[in-house]
């Protein structure tokens, strides 16, 4: 191939290869369609390589046919010598073809091409995504995936399911179209009860939409969460579907949890003792700190705090974690120890906390670099209790007594 003389105006300017898919820029030079999108996603400034002129990053690139065919022939014409024929390049998703797509989707023979089409689309590359998002691929979705729920229909949802998270954005049409929408709260729930295979991925798929849709709902829909919604959340916890989806779940408690009457409805569930049951795993440490994040919510209350102290390992796990994790969840930490302490001090919980090395770990909070904020109330902690725990070899009356630093 050396010795062939290659038309210059056949090579890439960013490449210097052959171009398989010429696409000319709007500042009139002609690049391989890869170069040039790979140079305007990495480039520090979006300028043309070779006019140094401004080039937007989502510039439209027009298809150069005529140059291609050009390189295809001179390609044929040269297959003695070894060179290869370029192929002819898919032309790029389009709006057009998109929204038939979706039309089909309500067409029975043609639903589940459609779906497949479409999940083939959205996960070959990011153009593609970007183009199913313009035009409105996920309403589409979840039109589809009520669709399927009142017709107890579960062919397609696990397509249906990853399209949407995938498509999905806090546009105001999508934000519109969910944030009171009651039908499709209960389609995922549908989803979470049935049994689709693949479990695993409709499940995690299931409950990441459930995330995205309530963090976008309306105050009105998430005081207005039953109890059903509660029951299958804290069953699709306990399942431990994956540690995906155990974060998605974690987010959605969280989300609801100070809306109406929702800390109840989950303390109700029994989720306080799962969420210690799934601290025991030891999970990864985003995992740990919305758990502490969940659990310092429920012990905010009288029956979360009981649940918490019923199980043999709450306390413990509690100041277990104090100073191993992260700042923030050493607040949280606290601030369930500061609520036992304040509203549920036994002499047999403070004799535990005593116990399981969680009247210690206050101790070394005030020792250790930590923020002046959390030796505050460690030392508030402390204090309230000093007459039951002074014997105790591990507190010194100077740390109850100096002033914060």
């Not at 439209?60 to 070894?82: E, F, K």
């Not at 590359?125 to 979705?141: F, H, Q, V, Y």
């Amino acid at each position: 191939m050396d010795e062939i003389e290659i038309p210059q105006y056949f090579i890439c300017p960013i490449s210097l290869q052959i171009m398989k898919d010429p696409v000319t820029a709007t500042t009139g030079i002609t690049y391989d369609r890869e170069s040039i999108e790979h140079w305007l996603l990495t480039a520090e400034e979006s300028l043309c390589p070779v006019t140094k002129q401004p080039l937007p990053r989502d510039s439209d690139m027009t298809p150069n046919h005529t140059l291609r065919r050009l390189i295809q022939s001179w390609c044929t014409a040269n297959a003695i010598h070894g060179i290869d024929r370029i192929p002819t390049p898919k032309c790029p998703l389009s709006m057009t073809r998109v929204l038939k797509l979706h039309r089909e989707l309500n067409v029975p023979h043609l639903s589940l091409k459609s779906l497949n089409t479409l999940d083939f689309l959205v996960n070959e590359n990011g153009k593609n995504k970007k183009c199913m998002i313009e035009s409105g691929t996920a309403k589409a979705m979840i039109l589809f995936i009520i669709k399927c729920f009142k017709e107890g229909r579960t062919m397609g949802i696990e397509q249906g399911l990853r399209i949407l998270h995938i498509t999905w954005t806090p546009l105001l049409e999508n934000k519109q179209l969910v944030k009171d929408n009651v039908d499709f709260i209960e389609s995922i729930l549908w989803v979470l009860k049935c049994k689709i295979h693949p479990h695993i991925h409709v499940k995690t798929n299931a409950v990441l939409v459930l995330k995205q849709v309530i963090e976008v709902a309306s105050s009105s829909l998430l005081e207005r969460l039953n109890r059903d919604f509660f029951k299958e959340i804290a069953k699709a916890l306990r399942e431990t579907i994956s540690q995906q989806a155990i974060k998605a779940i974690l987010h959605v408690l969280i989300e609801v949890c100070p809306w109406g009457r929702n800390k109840m409805k989950i303390i109700e569930e029994g989720v306080v003792l799962e969420l210690i049951e799934l601290e025991l795993t030891f999970p990864e440490k985003s995992v740990t700190e919305l758990i502490f994040c969940l659990l310092a919510h429920l012990c905010s209350c009288a029956d979360g705090r009981a649940q918490l102290l019923k199980h043999s390992g709450g306390i413990a796990v509690v100041a277990k974690r104090t100073l191993r994790v992260s700042p923030a969840t050493d607040e949280q930490t606290l601030q369930i120890l500061r609520s036992i302490a304040r509203f549920s001090a036994t002499n047999e919980v403070l004799a535990e906390m005593l116990i399981v090395g969680g009247v210690a770990k206050l101790c070394m909070v005030l020792q250790a670099n930590s923020a002046t904020y959390l030796k505050k109330k460690a030392r508030e902690i402390l204090r309230l209790h000093s007459n039951v725990w002074n014997n105790s070899p591990c507190i010194d009356v100077y740390l109850l007594t100096r002033d914060a630093r």
